[in-house]
């Protein structure tokens, strides 16, 4: 079946770096795209989306890129802060669905 | 309310006991979803809620696993007769409409069969 992905499970940075997280979809029928932080013991919490109509969208140190030719989102977070150390998921919402899909995620971790 | 409510926040409970975990959602919210999170895991699709009808239930896991939710507000999960493999973080979010909108999630409800 149809699935979203990441390509890297662990992401270690220096604090202060820039950070890109990939997301990898197979669904071209999806259109509207979310990525959610996950600290520790804590549920999900929205970043940032983006629709299919669009290839960029960018919020408060964070910028989604989607590349809807090879099916590919990404996250960048500008200056990561020992703060944004938490799971990373991606998750996809094909046009029609009304389910959010989420991807396995990646572990983001920024040492000081 | 402010955000998503779960409880309880931890359950522990005995194999073959039934558990009932409770989500309020945010107020005016119509769409209400249930994922349930093992350790480590991405997220896995319950169930959803458009008010209070749940037109796909393909998701749960088994029969053992059930939901309601009434007056568009309130939901409970309730899983049978509870095995070890059910141990996870349960997980509900709330979106204001049912297509394509940001989700807002609770903290989950973390449960351990014994």
């Known amino acids: 079946g149809e699935s979203v992905g990441l390509h890297l499970p662990t992401l270690s940075v220096q604090e202060g770096d820039n950070s890109i997280i990939n997301c990898a979809y197979s669904?071209?029928?999806?259109?509207?795209f979310i990525w959610y932080k996950q600290e520790s013991g804590k549920g999900p919490q929205f970043i940032i989306d983006?629709?299919?109509?669009?290839d960029k969208r960018q919020g408060q140190r964070v910028t989604v890129l989607l590349n809807k030719t090879v099916k590919h989102l990404s996250l960048q977070i500008a200056a990561t802060q020992p703060g944004d150390s938490a799971v990373y998921f991606c998750?996809?919402?094909?046009?029609?669905?009304?389910?959010?899909?989420f991807g396995r995620g990646t572990s983001l971790i920024v040492h000081p | 309310g402010a955000g998503v409510s779960q409880s309880p926040s931890n359950k522990v409970t005995e194999k073959g006991k039934d558990v009932e975990l409770r989500c309020d959602p945010i107020?005016?919210?119509?769409?209400l979803y249930w994922y349930r999170q093992r350790l480590g895991q991405g997220l896995e699709f319950l169930i959803y809620?458009?008010?209070?009808?749940?037109?796909?239930k393909s998701g749960l896991p088994s029969d053992r696993f059930s939901a309601e939710r009434t007056g568009e507000s309130v939901s409970t999960l309730t899983i049978q007769r509870t095995q070890q493999e059910d141990s996870a973080v349960y997980l509900c979010?709330?979106?204001?409409?049912?297509?394509?909108?940001?989700?807002?999630f609770g903290q989950g409800t973390r449960l351990t069969v014994v």
């Open positions: 669904n071209s029928a999806s259109d509207y």
């Open positions: 809620f458009q008010g209070n009808s749940a037109p796909d």
């Open positions: 983006i629709r299919s109509n669009m």
């Open positions: 998750a996809e919402t094909p046009g029609g669905s009304y389910i959010p899909t």
């Open positions: 979010a709330s979106s204001k409409v049912l297509l394509g909108t940001e989700a807002f």
């Open positions: 107020s005016g919210h119509t769409a």
